[in-house]
């Protein structure tokens, strides 16, 4: 068991690097990110080749285990079907399209009077919404002081377990052992 920690840790590691690369010549060449998601979006090939090359550089042999995919890419290449571990790059962005789609369903239900406007709940909107296959996380590795649900909507995170590191700068392999033991030991009650 230790082995898998290990390798999921030498992944997290591989992205932090990849991160701190990519922030630092983000900020020293552009200055700002308001726009800098839109750049990865329509240049998500550009960012594949660099993710992959720092993966072969960091994981050596192991990287072809671990595997990467845009949220929202329509690009059959960036998809994957069926891996051990995949990353997801995300965006601000992501998710606000499937927002608008779920309540143009809704909408379309109210219109073929197959719901009345006064059914729209949590577990409808749950229903309505698709995340483009993320399932719901079960453990959420929160970096610095800021308490937030970090974009996730309430009830995509209401049985996920969210532990708190100091900083993602410098993290030793003992805090994320840690943090994954502490997850491990959680019991999941269901409000009981």
Not at 19 to 25: A, E, G, N
Not at 139 to 144: A, E, I, S, Y
Not at 151 to 157: D, K, V
Request: aromatic share 10%.
């Amino acid at each position: 068991m230790t082995g898998l920690y290990e390798l999921v840790w030498r992944v997290l590691h591989a992205l932090l690097c990849l991160h701190r690369t990519l922030t630092y010549w983000l900020r020293v060449r552009f200055g700002t990110w308001n726009w800098i998601w839109s750049i990865f979006k329509r240049n998500n090939s550009r960012l594949m080749d660099e993710i992959l090359k720092q993966q072969q550089e960091l994981l050596g042999l192991d990287c072809s285990k671990y595997s990467t995919e845009f949220a929202n890419s329509n690009d059959k290449d960036d998809q994957v079907l069926n891996c051990q571990v995949a990353v997801k790059v995300l965006s601000p962005e992501d998710g606000k399209a499937d927002i608008v789609r779920a309540a143009q369903e809704f909408c379309q239900l109210v219109a073929q009077q197959q719901s009345k406007s006064t059914d729209l709940d949590v577990h409808m909107l749950d229903s309505l919404l698709s995340s483009n296959g993320f399932p719901d996380p079960d453990v959420v590795l929160k970096f610095g002081p800021v308490e937030s649900t970090l974009g996730y909507l309430p009830w995509h995170i209401r049985l996920t377990e969210i532990i708190s590191l100091p900083s993602h700068l410098n993290i030793r392999y003992e805090d994320f052992f840690s943090a994954l033991r502490q997850y491990a030991a959680c019991e999941q009650r269901l409000g009981k």
